[in-house]
């Protein structure tokens, strides 16, 4: 093991409390192409006629309901995404009591399904669907599965994904869970992302802990400001701690 692998199992062994930020870095591991993604955001354009930023808005949704779920669930629910060796790394230093919370910024839960247990999805995940009148849960497979619009079947109104789409403010509720975990932390662990994320930048600036560690391909100007930073994809750091 080098000298920062091993200086990182020191951290986390020494570490009261454990937060991990994982970004669009470990989403990319399972497969994935972000819609910011230059080449598939043009691709997107090209087979919709819109940019995935402007289709993936809630006044899309709203005004354009059929042509969102054509996108939602062409471009969202069909893509099978399981989960990563970052994930399943993380779930086994959960399961050795050196990580107290997992911060994710992807809708497909993919920590969760790998068995960790404290996960904050931010952005909502495209397994919990809920109609807004009458509150009746339906699964993805309802959704990805009615050949059109997925109308409630108590009260017929469209049921609304419980995922974030551009521009919306998040779950105040969650927010402010997230604050305070950050807040509590000892150690916080970035992985796949920067200080500077549009996501992270507003939590990391309740940490108030001893160490801040970034593990990340690219190097990026905000990563003097890390105890550690690891240039690689936490893919293949995290799994070598041997927890």
Same mark, same amino acid.
């Given at each position: 093991? +080098?000298?920062?692998?091993?200086?990182?199992?020191?951290?986390?062994?020494?570490?009261?409390?454990?937060?991990?930020?994982?970004?669009?870095?470990?989403?990319?591991?399972? +497969?994935?192409?972000?819609?910011?993604?230059?080449? *598939?955001?043009?691709?997107?354009?090209?087979?919709?006629?819109?940019?995935?930023?402007? $289709?993936?808005?809630?006044?899309?949704?709203?005004?354009?309901?059929?042509?969102?779920?054509?996108?939602?669930?062409?471009?969202? !629910?069909?893509?099978?995404?399981?989960?990563?060796?970052?994930?399943?790394?993380?779930?086994? $230093?959960? @399961?050795?009591?050196?990580?107290?919370?997992?911060?994710?910024?992807? $809708?497909?839960?993919?920590?969760?399904?790998?068995?960790?247990?404290?996960?904050?999805?931010?952005?909502?995940? $495209?397994?919990?669907?809920?109609?807004?009148?009458? +509150?009746?849960? *339906?699964?993805?497979?309802?959704?990805?599965?009615?050949?059109?619009?997925?109308?409630?079947?108590?009260?017929?109104?469209?049921?609304?994904?419980?995922?974030?789409?551009?521009?919306?403010?998040?779950?105040?509720? !969650?927010?402010?869970?997230?604050?305070?975990?950050?807040?509590?932390?000892?150690?916080?662990?970035? !992985?796949?992302?920067?200080?500077?994320? @549009?996501?992270?930048?507003?939590?990391?600036?309740?940490?108030?802990?001893?160490?801040?560690?970034?593990?990340?391909?690219?190097?990026?100007?905000? @990563?003097?400001?890390?105890?550690?930073?690891?240039?690689?994809?936490?893919?293949?750091?995290?799994?070598? !701690?041997?927890?």
């Amino acid at each position: 093991m +080098g000298d920062k692998y091993e200086h990182l199992k020191k951290i986390l062994d020494g570490s009261r409390y454990t937060v991990a930020m994982c970004g669009s870095g470990t989403l990319t591991e399972a +497969g994935y192409k972000t819609f910011r993604h230059q080449e *598939y955001a043009y691709e997107i354009e090209e087979k919709y006629g819109r940019s995935p930023e402007y $289709i993936f808005t809630s006044n899309y949704y709203n005004t354009r309901t059929d042509r969102f779920f054509d996108f939602y669930k062409s471009e969202v !629910l069909n893509k099978n995404f399981e989960p990563t060796e970052t994930a399943y790394a993380l779930k086994r $230093i959960e @399961d050795a009591g050196k990580l107290q919370c997992i911060l994710s910024s992807n $809708i497909f839960d993919i920590e969760k399904r790998a068995g960790c247990r404290n996960v904050l999805n931010l952005h909502g995940t $495209i397994y919990h669907n809920v109609c807004p009148r009458c +509150g009746k849960e *339906y699964s993805l497979e309802y959704i990805r599965d009615c050949k059109k619009v997925p109308y409630c079947e108590e009260c017929h109104s469209v049921v609304r994904p419980c995922v974030a789409l551009y521009g919306e403010q998040l779950d105040s509720r !969650l927010t402010s869970q997230a604050a305070s975990e950050v807040e509590k932390a000892d150690v916080l662990l970035l !992985l796949g992302t920067t200080l500077a994320s @549009d996501v992270y930048s507003n939590y990391v600036k309740f940490f108030e802990g001893s160490q801040l560690v970034i593990i990340h391909e690219r190097e990026h100007f905000t @990563d003097a400001k890390a105890d550690l930073v690891i240039y690689d994809a936490p893919k293949n750091v995290l799994p070598k !701690l041997g927890y």
